[in-house]
């Protein structure tokens, strides 16, 4: 009987240090609204999103969705929650984003998504 005491913990501590990781993963695929997977692709590892010629130069540029397994929490919340881009270089100069606002999740969930980029099985 005392083991049963000893042990159940641990699978409960267990159990929701997964299920966690998987909330993330969960938000990732579907943040109520379009999915983060669609640009930045599986796991965050970051897409070409579309190629396309700019007007002005004529140049043929890419429109690409980055990396985001690396940020820090600072970048990464910014970003999601209120589409500010604090990071200097080459993002700083942007003067329009292709990415939607996700105002309307919470802090956890904000949390939950980068546990999963940072620390899940991808
Ligand atoms: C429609 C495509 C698209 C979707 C959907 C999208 N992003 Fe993005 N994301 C981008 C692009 C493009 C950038 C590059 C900077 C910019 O254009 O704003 C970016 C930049 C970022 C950055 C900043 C990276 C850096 O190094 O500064 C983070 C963090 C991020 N996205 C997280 C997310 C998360 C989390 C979701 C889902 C909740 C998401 N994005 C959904 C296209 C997208």
Redesign the pocket.
């Known amino acids: 009987m005392k083991l049963i005491f000893l042990i159940l913990p641990i699978f409960l501590l267990a159990e929701s240090f997964i299920s966690n990781l998987e909330y993330g993963e969960m938000l ?1 695929n579907n ?1 109520r609204g ?3 997977a ?3 692709g599986k796991g965050g590892k970051g897409k070409l ?1 579309a190629t396309y010629v700019d007007d002005k130069t004529g140049e043929k540029e890419k ?4 990396n ?1 397994t690396k ?1 820090s929490y600072e ?2 919340y910014n ?2 929650k209120y589409s500010k ?1 604090l ?1 200097k270089g080459k ?1 700083k100069t ?1 003067n329009y ?4 606002k ?1 105002g309307y999740l919470v802090d956890d969930e904000i949390k939950s ?1 980068y546990n999963y980029l940072h620390k899940g099985k991808k």
């Open positions: 990732y943040p379009i999915s983060c669609k640009c930045h999103i429109l690409i969705a980055p985001i940020v970048i990464f970003k999601v881009v990071k993002f942007l984003s292709a990415m939607p996700y998504i």
